[in-house]
């Protein structure tokens, strides 16, 4: 936009003054006047282009130096950030049995007294396209058998859900906050 403002004006001043300027001359017929602006018009931008690649060089050097310097955050800081940000366990005690959810960056395990009865790794980029897990176990109260179902997962806030004969018996809704990475909020 600045550079628009400034050809209008450069044209303005020198389109009144064009004749007086150069009467008897060379430039006095009109393709000659089109093809001198046209060659001032890429002076100019040519002169923008130098300056703007000197500016982005300059930030270039400066982006190098905090990276020298240990100012950025590597990849594998944010990974192991993002790692320790997924880690979550729930303890559930149900009748005589003590339920244990342990959610990890990729894997999700069910332990029953300290027992692992059930694990989902995500091996694969493509796994993390699938929102929640499923981990199930059979349990015995009073002589009956039950299956234990334990949902974990979410797009935006990590659940977990834990039924029992399918019925819920515990939930709990944990909601990021991405954009100031901490805890929003505790269903």
């Known amino acids: 936009m600045i550079k628009f403002l400034m050809y209008v004006v450069i044209f303005f001043v020198i389109g009144y003054n064009y004749a007086i300027i150069t009467k008897g ?5 009109f393709l000659i006047m089109l093809l001198s602006l046209f060659v001032f018009i890429f002076l100019v931008e040519w002169l923008f282009s ?3 690649k000197r500016k982005i060089r300059n930030q270039n050097s400066q982006i190098e130096e905090n990276a020298e310097n240990g100012k950025e955050q590597s990849l594998e800081d944010l990974m192991q950030e993002l790692k320790t940000e997924f880690n979550k366990t729930w303890e559930i005690p149900y009748k005589d049995y003590q339920i244990k959810v342990v959610n ?8 029953i007294n300290d027992k692992l009865v059930d694990s989902r790794k995500r091996t694969s980029w493509y796994s993390f396209l699938i929102p929640f897990q499923s981990l199930k176990a059979p349990i015995e109260v009073d002589h009956q058998p039950m299956d ?3 949902k974990l997962g979410g797009l935006v806030s990590l ?7 399918k019925e819920l018996v515990f939930k709990e809704k944990i909601k990021y906050d991405w954009l100031r990475d901490n805890i929003k909020e505790k269903d």
């Open 25 to 29: 001359t060379i430039f006095d017929h």
């Open 50 to 52: 130098m300056i703007r």
């Open 104 to 111: 990890k960056y990729n894997e999700e395990q069910l332990y």
């Open 148 to 150: 234990i179902k334990v």
């Open 159 to 165: 659940q977990c859900k834990v039924y029992i004969n």
